[in-house]
């Protein structure tokens, strides 16, 4: 079963190409909801597979948790939890080959895809995958700082104590209120930067500086819209936290194929 292909927005929405980059398109709701619907498409067509990419991601948060507890480090249980999906878009990689061949009508098993994803070492997904690391090691840092610096010398005896301090005092509503706001500015930056980045990195040869610069263009072209993506992907994603990050086994896929086509939308296809 192939998802239905992506079609281009129309021309008359393409921005001026720049020298040595490609050109882009305009986002709208309407793209949003047509890459949903193909992205729920490609879900349905290879279920198991699809969630295999969902599961490990899954099992990765549940011993990440598991290890903070063992390791003693409960204050930054909350700071990873929330941090977690930032690193979502670099674990979708196999699912973006997965999309790209439904689209084409390949056929291709487990083996195609895993090999797919262990060949994007030798290519420019790599420094991809550094930044994303990065940005996510900031974001555990400045929260460690603001918890020095507004919480100062507070005890965490355990996980429970944490969260009574956080919720329940006045030093930790600041604490909540600084980090998210400094939290939602890494979280924009690493989304303008990777959101048609990766899945642009798998589909040409290109660098990985022009395909951050290629989605920086598209987010530019289209602020309103491409926010709103990033509101559904960051609620679904947190949603699917609750349930002892479970919910990742299926909203973890679906959000990656959908990914594939909204870049589909957003890039036109390179010229032979």
């Known amino acids: 079963m192939a998802s239905e292909t992506a079609g281009p927005t129309p021309p008359g929405n393409l921005t001026p190409q720049q020298s040595g980059m490609p050109q882009v398109n305009r986002i709208s709701a309407e793209d949003i909801s047509a890459s949903l619907k193909a992205g729920f498409s490609d879900f349905l067509a290879r279920p198991f597979l699809s969630g295999f990419f969902g599961l490990f991601y899954a099992v990765f948060g549940i011993l990440l948790v598991w290890s903070l507890v063992w390791l003693g480090k409960i204050w930054m249980i909350i700071p990873a939890i929330v941090g977690f999906p930032l690193v979502a878009p670099f674990a979708a990689a ?56 507004i919480l100062q010398n507070a005890s965490f005896s355990d996980f429970g104590g944490f969260l009574q301090i956080v919720f329940f005092t006045p030093q930790g509503w600041t604490f909540l209120a600084v980090g998210t706001c400094v939290g939602a500015f890494l979280s924009a930056v690493l989304f ?48 699917s936290l609750v349930p002892a990050f479970l919910g990742l086994i299926f909203t973890l896929p679906i959000l990656g194929h959908t990914t594939w086509h909204l870049y589909q939308r957003a890039v036109p296809p390179a010229e032979a």
């Open 94 to 149: 196999g699912l973006y080959e997965m999309s790209r061949r439904l689209q084409k009508g390949e056929s291709f098993g487990w083996s195609e895809i895993l090999v797919v994803m262990a060949n994007q070492r030798k290519r420019e997904m790599g420094w991809m995958a550094f930044v994303t690391l990065f940005i996510f090691w900031v974001w555990i840092y400045q929260i460690r700082l603001w918890l020095a610096i």
């Open 192 to 239: 303008s930067v990777t959101v048609i980045a990766m899945p642009m990195l798998l589909d040409r040869e290109t660098n990985f500086v022009s395909a951050m610069l290629t989605s920086l263009r598209v987010v530019s072209e289209s602020p309103v819209v491409m926010l709103c993506w990033a509101a559904i992907i960051s609620v679904t994603m947190l949603l």
